[in-house]
T-cell receptor, first 112, second 115 residues
Framework: KQEVTQIPAALSVPEGENLVLNCSFT??????LQWFRQDPGKGLTSLLL?????REQTSGRLNASLDKSSGRSTLYIAASQPGDSATYLC???????????FGKGTRLHILP | EAQVTQNPRYLITVTGKKLTVTCSQN?????MSWYRQDPGLGLRQIYY???????DKGDVPEGYKVSRKEKRNFPLILESPSPNQTSLYFC??????????????FGPGTRLTVL
């Protein structure tokens, strides 16, 4: 059974720092991996989607990488800002049964 | 505007009183799904549908029903709600694995309290 783990569960960093969020998965038979942002009490906003054949995707200050064989993805945030404070979730879409499995998220706090 | 809508956004009900949470998307997506989000447990998939009249159980389907009679709508039905179904529910849609870009779009969420 696929398990998606995100480490750390929470992270506080000073404004301006570069940071990396981690996502690991136990079953490499994924179709894609998607990173989301969730603000408190709100829905999820898609940040980046990486197909299984891709290695990375970039959008502005965000860069997501995927190493399917080792079951890892990272979300790199450059020059962090207080507005980046949110919970970040990763999710994988499985080849086998089309289920989508989420990690529990990393709660990020950027200190002004 | 491309969007996923859910209604109601907030609902307080009592044990055993049947309820339906509606979900609609305007992007002609094949794949729709329902999640519940609970503290410490994250987002868990309840049911998903790959197309009209095709539904499958996710990880936590017990106590829920769904239907997919039209492509745009995917209602979540709780026939006899219980307090352990108190949660924040999200509906999402995507073009699906067979159709290229599979970015998921989420609704705003429905906060359900069962007394």
């Amino acid at each position: 059974k696929q398990e998606v783990t995100q480490i750390p569960a929470a992270l506080s960093v000073p404004e301006g720092e570069n940071l990396v969020l981690n996502c690991s998965f136990t079953d490499s038979a994924i179709y894609n991996l998607q990173w989301f942002r969730q603000d408190p009490g709100k829905g999820l906003t898609s940040l980046l989607l990486i197909q299984s054949s891709q290695r990375e995707q970039t959008s502005g200050r965000l860069n997501a990488s995927l190493d399917k064989s080792s079951g890892r993805s990272t979300l790199y945030i450059a020059a962090s800002q207080p507005g980046d404070s949110a919970t970040y979730l990763c999710a994988v879409l499985m080849n086998r049964d089309d289920k989508i499995i989420f990690g529990k998220g990393t709660r990020l706090h950027i200190l002004p | 505007e491309a969007q996923v809508t859910q209604n109601p956004r907030y609902l307080i009900t009592v044990t055993g009183k049947k309820l339906t949470v509606t979900c609609s998307q305007n992007m002609n997506h094949e794949y729709m799904s329902w999640y519940r989000q609970d503290p410490g447990l994250g987002l868990r998939q309840i049911y998903y549908s790959m197309n009209v009249e095709v539904t499958d159980k996710g990880d936590v389907p017990e106590g829920y029903k769904v239907s997919r009679k039209e492509k745009r709508n995917f209602p979540l039905i709780l026939e006899s709600p219980s307090p352990n179904q108190t949660s924040l529910y999200f509906c999402a849609s995507t073009s699906g694995r067979l159709a290229g870009n599979n970015e998921q779009f989420f609704g705003p969420g429905t906060r359900l309290t069962v007394l």
